[in-house]
């Protein structure tokens, strides 16, 4: 160990959340060339702390020195470039982004590789880990254990000096432990300074030099690790002493409640069991090998391909959670934050809703038996929260793990599944949640348990089932279960499926696998719309010659031009998860504007005027949208639909019927083509593609799809959300303009009602192009396909004989099936 006082340095921190201190004034040092461990239970201000160190978090009172220099703004990028890196406990992956350019935006910009190289350079980041993950997948699609070694490896990537690893090891098995192990040992010999915190004990004495005990948001002692038991260590951390950590085992486990006869799946390969009464059976297995996915299956959580499930004698309809509920089979799932609980509602919510059977009377909640059931929930389980109305979002990792943990036990389960009960959760309560899963056993409701902890299977599992390759190779019962013997058979058995993964992957190339890629890729919308343009276009030209004309041609491409820049625009503010519903009342606004100074007769300088009170029109509609979204906190929809009403109301006040013929000379200069193109069309798609390319290929670009992708890991990576929002509803009103003039050169009169159709055109062309309404996700060159589409199809059906009302079936047909194979498609895919 290096005694200095360079590395990380925390004096008198303090914070502060509505009715909870978090930190209380603490201090706190890592050396250049240790590990330090920060352990300490739920709650207690671990994460907050190194969420501060980070800056990720503002402190109320102390200060953070980072490598001998005080940190004097708190922000993620200036930590990093100070040389702090940290691997959240929560992996913040923006989901919609690749593996690639969630690393690009991990590190800082003097590491980041040129775009170019930007996937070599990811594939090596990737290696410290040892896992076989694609840089070009998208983070939302890899399990748990990959997006904690994405964010690992994105930490590692920074090349820090000060490296903090908060619970890193949780989503593994023993493998990748020993490797992160490895690295860390390597990493803290070379000189840098690792924190590192989690609740696995064991873990914490074999590999820190140092460590320092947080509990109820102050330093309770700071140790040598050579010098300190783990019993003690664990006495300081609960505040108390901790008997037995894993209640006794029954002399018998009764009768069958559960049979499962060859279920099988893509993953699995005919898994036949059983489960007694009183019986807690564990799972075990290298990541990767079937024990997720039959645990999983046996929810409803992941598909089936055969085999049957019973309970009771009944037969169990898998395939979807609800179903497997109504039977009595309860998943308490891994990814809580997906799949687990409502972040946003509060602790009663969350629990409440799972006891709704026992506190509802036709229909009807009584309060007084659902407040003493999640009272009676949360004094059980030892969650600590200010209060029960307080939202799940604002509770520390393990206390959310127990708010997972009292929905499942509360939904009076027949059979309750747990996979990684005790993820996140400090020592002293994993002793309440084992006695708890015992305690749910001996009453006659058998528990399944999924663990990468083989002490936690060893000390608590009655049975232990090993995986491999989807099937069962060791079942160990009795005497014969020990932490020895499960991580054995888990090695030695077989080997990881992973090999395999990566088979099947290499399966996918060709040209079957290149075009099953495209299908699964953004641009799959374009393509799906392209072919939807050819055909429609075809059928309409074999109707008439005219279609294909250069009059007809030139009349459709025209049309479109102004909708090309309002899509444009609605896209920016979409990637964020916004919408824009001014942009039509805009546009027509401001050709009335135009319609009072850009005449004929006036002269250039009213001219200039006028497109001058357009940009600044725009420009604080832009603006009023973008703070009333981000300051204001109105919902984007109702934000944009005030300004859409009142931006209506302005144009018929200034005009309340058409009047003010523009300048010829302006109609025609925005009007001219070459051929039957016109130049606007032209300039609008090659602004679309290089749309596209920036959003794909420059680093403003990904934290536009970021924000919008997942703002709390956004915030996290050091992406300004604020400001994204109010510069994406402001690139929208100033692209409005521009579709604002071609509008006027093609009515050629300040109308107060021209554009309002323009709105829904604008969303429309933009979600058929494969925008995702929640952010993130979306294309450019989509964009331009879906706005050609519109047109085509406003076009085809006047040369196919057609009603009006056809233009909206075969738009909502084609809007359905495009929606549909795109989902398909992306569902196989993940």
Not at 362 to 381: F, M, P, T, Y
């Amino acid at each position: 160990m290096v005694e200095s006082t360079t590395g990380l340095v925390l004096r008198g921190v303090t914070k502060r959340f509505p009715g909870v201190v978090a930190l209380d004034g603490v201090d706190f040092q890592a050396h250049p060339g240790e590990v330090h461990a920060l352990v300490g239970g739920n709650g207690a201000g671990k994460s907050t702390l190194m969420a501060v160190a980070s800056g990720a978090l503002a402190p109320d009172a102390g200060t953070v020195e980072i490598s001998g220099s005080p940190m004097r703004q708190s922000s993620p990028i200036a930590a990093r470039e100070q040389g702090l890196a940290i691997a959240f406990q929560h992996p913040a992956l923006l989901p919609d982004l690749t593996v690639t350019e969630n690393l690009l935006l991990s590190v800082p910009k003097r590491l980041r590789p040129s775009f170019g190289d930007a996937q070599d350079w990811a594939r090596e980041k990737l290696l410290p880990m040892g896992m076989d993950i694609d840089p070009a997948a998208a983070a939302g699609r890899l399990t748990l254990a990959e997006k904690q070694a994405v964010e690992i490896c994105g930490a590692l990537a920074c090349e820090p000096s000060v490296l903090i690893l908060d619970e890193p090891t949780e989503p593994f098995m023993v493998a990748e432990i020993e490797r992160l192990f490895e690295q860390i040992r390597k990493l803290a010999a070379d000189g840098m300074a690792v924190v590192y915190i989690s609740h696995r004990l064991p873990d914490v004495m074999a590999l820190s030099d140092r460590l320092t005990v947080l509990r109820d948001g102050q330093i309770r002692g700071t140790f040598l690790a050579s010098e300190v038991t783990e019993e003690e260590i664990v006495t300081r951390i609960a505040g108390r002493e901790i008997d037995a950590l894993f209640p006794p085992r029954p002399s018998s486990v009764g009768d069958v409640v559960m049979e499962v006869r060859d279920l099988r799946s893509d993953r699995l390969h005919g898994i036949t069991t059983t489960l007694a009464r009183n019986e807690v059976l564990g799972l075990a297995g290298v990541e990767g090998n079937g024990q997720r996915e039959f645990i999983r299956a046996l929810g409803g959580a992941d598909p089936v391909t055969g085999g049957t499930v019973t309970v009771d004698g009944r037969a169990v309809e898998l395939g979807s959670p609800r179903r497997t509920r109504r039977a009595g089979v309860v998943l308490m799932p891994q990814e809580r934050h997906v799949e687990g609980v409502a972040t946003v509602l509060s602790v009663r919510e969350n629990l409440g809703v799972a006891a709704t059977g026992r506190t509802a009377v036709a229909g009807v909640v009584r309060g007084s038996a659902e407040n003493a059931i999640v009272a009676e929930e949360i004094r059980d389980l030892g969650i600590k929260v200010a209060s029960p109305d307080s939202a799940v979002d604002h509770l520390s990792g393990g206390n959310q793990q127990k708010v997972v943990l009292g929905r499942s036990l509360l939904s009076a389960p027949k059979v309750l599944l747990c996979d990684e009960p005790t993820q996140g959760i400090d020592v002293g309560v994993r002793s309440d949640i084992y006695h708890r899963l015992r305690s749910t056993a001996d009453s006659g409701t058998p528990v399944v348990v999924l663990s990468s902890d083989n002490v936690e299977l060893a000390g608590l599992c009655d049975r232990v089932l090993v995986f491999s390759r989807g099937e069962v190779v060791r079942e160990l019962t009795g005497d014969r279960i020990s932490e020895h013997a499960i991580t054995e058979a888990s090695l030695t058995a077989a080997t990881s499926a992973r090999s395999a993964e990566a088979t099947g992957r290499a399966r996918g190339t060709g040209l079957l696998g290149g075009f099953r890629r495209l299908l699964s890729s953004e641009q799959a919308p374009s393509a799906f719309l392209a072919v939807a343009i050819v055909l429609l276009a075809a059928v309409s030209a074999t109707r008439s010659d005219r279609f294909l004309s250069e009059f007809n041609i030139a009349s459709m491409l025209g049309l479109l031009a102004p909708v090309l820049f309002l899509a444009a625009g609605q896209l920016i503010v979409m990637l964020t998860g916004g919408i824009d519903l001014s942009v039509g009342p805009l546009s027509g606004t401001l050709v009335v504007i135009a319609s009072f100074y850009v005449l004929d007769g006036y002269g250039t300088g009213w001219w200039i005027l006028g497109f001058l009170l357009m940009i600044l029109a725009a420009t604080g509609v832009g603006l009023t949208n973008g703070m009333l979204v981000r300051f204001a906190r109105v919902t984007p929809v109702v934000a944009t639909l005030v300004t859409y009403t009142a931006l209506q109301g302005l144009s018929l006040v200034m005009r309340d019927s058409p009047g003010g013929s523009i300048s010829t000379a302006v109609t025609e200069a925005l009007g001219a083509r070459v051929g039957p193109i016109p130049y606007a069309v032209i300039v609008g798609a090659g602004v679309l593609v290089a749309l596209e390319v920036m959003s794909r290929r420059s680093m403003t670009g990904l934290r536009l799809r970021g924000a919008g992708s997942s703002e709390q890991a956004a915030r996290k990576r050091g992406i300004p959300v604020a400001r994204v929002h109010l510069v994406v509803y402001l690139a929208s009103a100033l692209f409005t303009v521009v579709g604002a003039l071609l509008l006027m050169a093609q009515i050629g009169v300040g109308d107060p009602t021209a554009g309002v159709s323009y709105t829904m055109a604008s969303i429309t062309a933009v979600v058929l192009g494969g925008a995702s309404i929640f952010g993130g996700r979306g294309s450019f060159v989509g964009v331009l396909f879906g706005v050609v589409l519109l047109q085509v199809i406003q076009n085809a059906t006047v040369f196919l004989g057609l009603s009006q009302s056809w233009q909206y079936w075969m738009l909502g047909l084609m809007a359905l099936g495009a929606t549909a194979v795109y989902s398909q498609v992306r569902t196989s895919r993940a």
